[in-house]
């Protein structure tokens, strides 16, 4: 953690400033240490992060993925499909985020954080998992990303802090989307702009979606993802082979196709066996309409509300006063 950083935290019970003890630091950054509130609250600083949060809890299958698959979505050899799902996801102009204060809610491992750093912005992101650590990997000798440990429903930030906000592939994966929404337009600045993504309620086969995830969210981490090692290569062979199509319309057609289970089909196998695992593995997943994800925006008071299709991504701007 930088000390730059305290400027920014605040207790996220009371909402007064922080105060830095018994800091451990290596090369200007603060290794640990405690934030100490005078509610009587501390909160520890431990492998250089600031945690507000005593345990991943819900979080957890999001603690293991990220420790696996930290650098899986990142751009890198010429690859730009971070930058270009955060520009088509949120609406931001990446230039005009340069020196700006930005929030990146549910950082995971920091791909879109190392985008908006690369644009010349300064990023906090937190996460309530341990994603936070395999982030502060990828990121580190970035001294304008800084990395917290906390929950969305209890941000350890003041009103009117940021610039811009934004959380792509997060709130749904919370007990109550909305509510974890409506946690974020008081954090922003008069004329600051916020733009999320949620998952779509626009597709199919929701019934036998949930049907399998009753099975998948109960098994131990390590052998749901052994069962996607095993079966996404498999599944990408059965399909590239166009052998699925054939077997589905003349050996088994119509209602059996329907009980196979999702599985992720992009180029890159790496990216295909995380957002499987990423599909089956999280306690909450919760999927939403445009009008639904707008009247949010709205009741928070939220103007220039713009739904970004195809996927339910909407930005907003909280107005000048
Ligand atoms: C699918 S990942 C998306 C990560 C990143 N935004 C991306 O697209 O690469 C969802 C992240 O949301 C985080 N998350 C879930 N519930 C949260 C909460 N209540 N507060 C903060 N983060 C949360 C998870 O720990 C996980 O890292
Ligand atoms: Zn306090």
Redesign the pocket.
């Known amino acids: 953690m930088e000390r730059e950083l305290l400027q920014w935290l605040r207790c996220p019970e009371c909402k007064a400033s922080l105060e830095l003890r018994d800091a451990v630091e290596n090369d200007g950054e603060v290794e640990s240490g405690a934030l100490a509130c005078s509610c009587g609250r501390e909160y520890p600083v431990l492998r250089s992060i600031p945690r507000f949060v005593e345990s991943?809890e819900?979080?957890a299958s999001?603690?293991f993925?990220?420790d696996i698959h930290r650098s899986t979505?990142y751009d890198a050899g010429g690859k730009t499909a971070?930058r270009d799902?955060f520009t088509s996801d949120t609406n931001f102009q990446l230039h005009e985020m340069e020196g700006k204060l930005c929030l990146?809610?549910?950082?995971?491992?920091?791909?879109?954080a190392d985008v908006v750093d690369r644009a010349g912005g300064i990023v906090i992101g937190?996460?309530?998992?341990f994603?936070v650590d395999a982030a502060a990997q990828m990121l580190k000798d970035r001294p304008n990303v800084h990395l917290v440990q906390?929950?969305?429903?209890r941000l350890p930030f003041e009103e009117k802090t940021f610039d811009y906000i934004y959380?792509?592939?997060?709130?749904h994966?919370?007990?109550d989307c909305e509510a974890?929404f409506k946690c974020l337009p008081g954090l922003l600045k008069p004329d600051g702009k916020i733009a999320i993504?949620v998952y779509s309620a626009y597709v199919g086969q929701e019934q036998i979606n949930r049907a399998w995830r009753v099975m998948t969210t109960r098994l131990p981490k390590r052998l749901l993802y052994f069962l996607c090692v095993l079966t996404v290569p498999l599944h990408y062979v059965w399909n590239r082979y166009r052998f699925q199509e054939l077997f589905w319309h003349y050996v088994l057609p119509g209602v059996v196709f329907h009980l196979v289970p999702k599985i992720h089909d992009y180029h890159d196998w790496r990216a295909r066996l995380l957002d499987t695992f990423?599909w089956y593995s999280?306690v909450?997943q919760s999927k939403h309409t445009y009008p639904e994800v707008c009247a949010w925006f709205r009741e928070s008071g939220l103007v220039d509300v713009r739904p970004l299709g195809p996927e339910v991504c909407v930005c907003g701007v909280r107005p000048e006063e």
């Open positions: 991943d819900y979080t999001f603690s993925e990220w979505q971070s799902t990146d809610v549910g950082v995971g491992s920091g791909r879109f937190v996460d309530f998992s994603a906390a929950d969305v429903f959380s792509i592939g997060v709130l994966h919370t007990p974890a993504y990423d999280p909450y």
